[in-house]
T-cell receptor
């Protein structure tokens, strides 16, 4: 596709269950970002992948959160033992690094996670 | 933490220019100024970015002060569809495993009124 694709668009899960959120970045984009946005709040940085380098995990709020990026393309954000405070929109973005120079990031439409 | 300061909200009359300020007094020489906006219930949308020269594209103009400590995003003829939260971000120009990430602050909520 032409843009960043996230799935599912909506997810309702029971407290204590694990969830996986998927992000398909724009083809060829080497950088991939995950953010979380709680209702009425700003974007909270979670994790950043750049090429084959070790990801920047400094924004992950707890060890229940993890993410991986397979083959430098698709990424999965996993939340284990979900809590009600995990309810938010999870946004993914990707960007192209041209000879190491940063370029604009393109965002997906997000996955709305509701923990009941 | 975000390295920028923006007013929390602004109003603008439809058809008039919207001027959104941003302070980034600690910006370093290799950091760009980026602007994004987020319309309600959508993902953020890239608007424009610049290093030290003023920039213009089909969406907006970006004016960066000579000392690069502040900038202004200008929407020349605001429409109701420009109502959104506008984010000003500083970001390293050279990306690696620990740079290049976008850190969003609280942004400015722009309300365009008829």
């Amino acid at each position: 596709g032409a843009g960043v694709s996230q799935s599912p668009s909506n997810k309702v899960t029971e407290k204590g269950k694990d969830v996986e959120l998927r992000c398909d970045p724009i083809s060829g984009h080497t950088a991939l970002y995950w953010y979380r946005q709680s209702l009425g709040q700003g974007l909270e940085f979670l994790i950043y992948f750049q090429g084959n380098s070790a990801p920047d995990k400094s924004g992950l709020p707890s060890d229940r959160f993890s993410a991986e990026r397979t083959g430098g393309s698709v990424s999965t954000l996993t939340i284990q033992r979900t809590q009600q405070e995990d309810s938010a929109v999870y946004l993914c973005a990707s960007s192209l690094a041209s000879r190491g120079v940063a370029t604009e990031a393109f965002f997906g439409q997000g996955t709305r996670l509701t923990v009941v | 933490d975000a390295k920028t300061t923006q007013p929390p909200s602004m109003d603008c009359a439809e058809g008039r220019a919207a001027n959104l300020p941003c302070n980034h007094s600690t910006i370093s020489g290799n950091e760009y100024v980026y602007w994004y906006r987020q319309i309600h219930s959508q993902g953020p949308q890239y608007i424009i970015h610049g290093l030290k020269n003023n920039e213009t594209n089909e969406m907006a103009s970006l004016i960066i002060t000579e000392d690069r400590k502040s900038s202004t995003l200008i929407l020349p003829h605001a429409t109701l569809r420009d109502t959104a939260v506008y984010y000003c971000i500083v970001r390293a120009s050279w990306i690696s495993s620990n740079t290049g990430k976008l850190i969003f602050g609280q942004g400015t909520t722009l309300q365009v009124k008829p």
